[in-house]
């Protein structure tokens, strides 16, 4: 079985509803049959459900689902088996305050069951980071690990994705930890995923912070950085990242 995931950060609400018709054509263009979020808002949630109507997501009560991070899936293809939110340290301050790691566990057609979690690193300019001096991405990286070991326990596929706000640290633990991202996985030196531009309006260096991770049986078959437009203005102030996956049966 083969199936494309899809990471987005979508930029919360700025420069919305001028985005709108972007995020709409690069959903009904790209269509994945998984499609994780971070930065969501209500709003933002409302236009997903309507470009992606055979898709499910994850229906809880909790801020962050709505405010901050889900994950839609074909339900052709996937049902839901459980789901939850795991505190690895994000939130510790009122900009992250709903970031946590957020998992689903699916089942595809032919009974096999893996995880789909993101989460959302804290942004390296925050107050605490610059007075304190200490990179809190590090620790982050660390528990994400560990928590995908416990959602993967014996081989059982995970996917970990999601805007991870640097990569020097955060794929030297995950890699230590069992992870694989899908560029090094394929061989594939990825180009910058924010920002976008123009749609990004003040100069900055790119950077590559926006990453895919499997854990388990499962492997990348093909992953991309999309550089999508519609008109002169892109979905996000990120480019999303589409990989293709297939189970491991080995």
Same mark, same amino acid.
């Not at 009904?28 to 933002?44: G, H, K, N, S």
């Not at 074909?74 to 957020?102: P, Q």
């Not at 899908?182 to 531009?197: E, I, M, N, Q, R």
């Given at each position: 079985?083969?199936?494309?995931?899809?990471?987005?950060?979508?930029?919360?609400?700025?420069?919305?509803?001028e985005r709108e018709?972007?995020?709409?054509?690069?959903?009904?263009?790209?269509?994945? $049959?998984?499609?994780?979020?971070?930065?969501?808002?209500? /709003?933002?949630?409302?236009?997903? $459900?309507?470009?992606?109507?055979?898709?499910?997501?994850? $229906?809880?009560?909790?801020?962050?689902? =709505?405010?901050?991070?889900?994950?839609?899936?074909?339900? $052709?293809?996937?049902? @839901?088996? @459980?789901?939850?939110?795991?505190?690895?340290?994000?939130?510790?301050?009122?900009?992250?305050?709903?970031?946590?790691?957020?998992?689903?566990?699916?089942?595809?057609?032919?009974?096999?069951?893996?995880?789909?979690?993101?989460?959302? +690193?804290?942004?390296?300019?925050?107050?605490?980071?610059?007075?304190?001096?200490?990179?809190?991405?590090? /620790?982050?990286? @660390?528990?994400?690990?560990?928590?995908?070991?416990?959602?993967? /326990?014996?081989?059982?596929?995970?996917?970990?994705?999601?805007?991870?706000? @640097? =990569?020097?640290?955060?794929?030297?633990?995950?890699?230590?930890?069992?992870?694989?991202?899908?560029?090094?996985?394929?061989?594939?030196?990825?180009?910058?995923?924010?920002?976008?531009?123009?749609?990004?309006?003040q100069p900055t260096?790119?950077?590559?912070?926006? +990453?895919?991770?499997?854990?388990?049986?499962?492997? /990348?078959?093909?992953?991309?950085?999309?550089?999508?437009?519609?008109?002169?203005?892109?979905? =996000?102030?990120?480019?999303?990242?589409?990989?293709?996956?297939? +189970?491991?049966?080995?």
């Amino acid at each position: 079985m083969r199936f494309v995931v899809m990471t987005h950060n979508i930029w919360a609400d700025n420069r919305w509803p001028e985005r709108e018709p972007a995020l709409r054509a690069l959903l009904r263009t790209r269509r994945p $049959d998984i499609y994780a979020v971070q930065e969501l808002r209500p /709003a933002t949630r409302a236009v997903i $459900d309507g470009e992606l109507p055979n898709h499910r997501r994850v $229906d809880d009560e909790d801020r962050g689902w =709505s405010h901050e991070s889900s994950i839609w899936w074909n339900s $052709d293809l996937f049902t @839901e088996l @459980e789901h939850g939110a795991i505190d690895i340290g994000i939130g510790v301050d009122e900009i992250h305050r709903d970031r946590k790691l957020f998992w689903v566990r699916l089942a595809a057609q032919d009974g096999t069951t893996f995880v789909v979690s993101t989460a959302h +690193f804290c942004f390296p300019g925050t107050e605490r980071e610059l007075t304190e001096h200490i990179n809190p991405r590090i /620790a982050q990286s @660390e528990a994400a690990g560990a928590a995908v070991a416990v959602l993967g /326990a014996h081989g059982a596929p995970v996917l970990f994705m999601g805007d991870l706000n @640097e =990569s020097w640290h955060v794929t030297r633990i995950l890699h230590a930890a069992g992870l694989k991202d899908s560029y090094s996985a394929l061989g594939v030196t990825p180009g910058p995923t924010w920002p976008t531009v123009p749609t990004w309006p003040q100069p900055t260096t790119p950077w590559v912070i926006d +990453f895919q991770f499997h854990y388990g049986n499962i492997r /990348a078959l093909s992953t991309e950085i999309v550089d999508f437009f519609e008109g002169d203005i892109a979905p =996000s102030d990120h480019k999303p990242v589409l990989t293709t996956y297939g +189970f491991d049966i080995d």
